[in-house]
């Protein structure tokens, strides 16, 4: 939003303040208005939009609250700026409570006023932003679970449609924490084999014994600790789908089990000589390069073919960094409610170091990050250094791990230090009240630096 394009009404009996700070901020290039008393500013509200509001405490007739009461009913969206010169903690606490977003204690500074209004146009454009990314995420942008806007994922997404209407197998591949199990899920929900069970292995969590036993069941007395029969996976996945995770880690005697199945469509479990027949689609990942593998001789060739019937790519995030602001939003939304945090986005400057991040971990990374950041934040904009993405220093050894208390102690100290000690300007940037502030103070038993005499 351009300051032309700003709108702010300022609403204060007094005519000498009206008028200086018409000029202030015109001067920055913002358009403005002024009404004298509550009344000629709610006539206002009633007939022009307006995106700021800065409006006097104490007025005759009509005070600065009934007007911030009648202006949250009549234009909500309008941010609104109280000017009292009765500071109190009660009075700011009053008004915040009832919506408005900041105070400002008169005598003030032209630059004081001029940094505020700076803030609350960013935030507006920040929200306006966000709001467009909920729109996109209600967009087609979605295979189930797994969002995107790239064109590579899209691909993705079309190719795992088609593969879904079909019975073939599915071989999965990409790095880790790029949501291949996430698009085999997708797969089976949009597949004929939706209302069947989808079942999980990951091959790579257990010993081959125990692995044998989980995909094929086993008899009573098969080894050691087989009191009972037991039903294995391909049989709890029997008319739906197994998913066979990190297939790449398979020993050579599984992988002979695996292509008998694939083929037969039979197996015995452990211990037991009675053939079971099995009706599964079967969907397998890895993020090992299969074709090298097979050159190595440690994957089987024919293994391999019957699983890379259709084989789908998932591309790293790095590939598709178009999708950050929008995995960040849908992150945000989904978590919201789980952490009982309400967030209105993210900082330019977060989100540009989101944009430059390698991501090694891939959307799995990005998603924990998030949720660092929506837990450790203090305000409701998610700023760079609740992401906790910042090294060491070259050569400096990284810091150990901090519980989620130190984190906001160390920070609400440095802001502190850095504002002097100023507890309106550190709330300001911190974006809590002066209140909050105070209490965290309290609890951290941090002291604020003596004023300069």
Same mark, same amino acid.
């Given at each position: 939003m351009s300051t032309a394009s700003t709108r702010i009404l300022i609403v204060d009996d007094e005519e000498i303040v009206r008028e200086s700070l018409t000029g202030w901020l015109e001067k920055d290039g913002y358009t403005v208005a002024s009404a004298a008393d509550g009344p000629s500013a709610i006539e206002k509200l009633h007939h022009e939009p307006w995106a700021i509001l800065l409006v006097d405490m104490k007025m005759p007739g009509m005070d600065g609250l009934q007007v911030l009461e009648q202006a949250r009913k009549? *234009?909500?969206? +309008? /941010? /609104?700026?109280?000017?009292t010169a009765y500071a109190t903690v009660e009075t700011a606490v009053s008004a915040m409570k009832i919506g408005a977003y900041d105070y400002l204690v =008169? $005598? %003030?500074d032209p630059e004081e006023l001029s940094l505020m209004i700076q803030k609350i146009v960013r935030q507006d454009e920040l929200l306006r932003e966000n709001e467009t990314l909920r729109r996109a995420l209600k967009r087609d942008y979605h295979f189930r679970d797994l969002v995107s806007k790239s064109a590579l994922m899209q691909n993705v997404f079309e190719l795992a449609r088609t593969a879904a209407r079909s019975q073939s197998t599915i071989l999965v591949l990409g790095?880790?924490? /790029?949501? =291949?199990?996430?698009l085999a899920r997708a797969i089976h929900i949009e597949s004929p084999r939706h209302s069947g069970p989808f079942v999980a292995v990951s091959c790579a969590a257990l010993t081959e014994t125990l692995l044998e036993s989980e995909l094929f069941?086993?008899? =009573?007395? #098969? %080894?050691t600790g087989a009191a009972a029969r037991r039903r294995g996976t391909f049989e709890t996945a029997q008319g739906g789908t197994i998913f066979l995770d990190e297939i790449g880690d398979v020993s050579p005697k599984l992988q002979v089990d695996l292509l008998r199945v694939l083929e037969d469509r039979r197996f015995c479990r452990v211990g037991g000589s009675e053939p079971i027949a099995v009706d599964v689609r079967v969907i397998a990942a890895t993020n090992r390069d299969l074709n090298k593998a097979v050159l190595d001789g440690t994957f089987r060739d024919d293994l391999f073919y019957r699983l890379n019937v259709i084989p789908i790519t998932v $591309? $790293?995030? @790095? &590939? @598709?960094r178009e999708d950050i602001p929008l995995l960040v939003e849908h992150f945000i939304e989904r978590m919201s409610a789980e952490l009982g945090r309400?967030? &209105?986005?993210?900082? @330019? &400057?977060a989100m540009a170091m989101l944009m430059s991040h390698p991501f090694p971990?891939?959307?799995r990374e990005l998603r924990n990050i998030v949720e660092r950041a929506m837990v450790c934040a203090s305000g409701p904009v998610l700023q760079v250094i609740d992401f906790g993405l910042v090294g060491p220093a070259p050569g400096q050894p990284a810091a150990p791990p901090a519980s989620l208390e130190e984190v906001e102690r160390r920070h609400i +100290? #440095?802001?502190?230090?850095?504002?002097?000690?100023?507890?309106? *300007? #550190? #709330?300001r940037i911190l974006d809590i009240d002066r209140v909050t502030l105070y209490n965290k103070i309290k609890k951290y038993g941090l002291r604020l630096r003596e004023p300069a005499v």
């Open positions: 009549i *234009q909500p969206q +309008a /941010t /609104t700026v109280i000017m =008169k $005598p %003030f790095e880790s924490g /790029t949501g =291949k199990e996430l069941g086993h008899e =009573k007395g #098969a %080894f $591309p $790293p995030l @790095r &590939d @598709r309400k967030v &209105d986005g993210v900082s @330019r &400057d971990g891939n959307v +100290a #440095a802001i502190l230090e850095q504002s002097g000690g100023n507890v309106s *300007q #550190a #709330a």
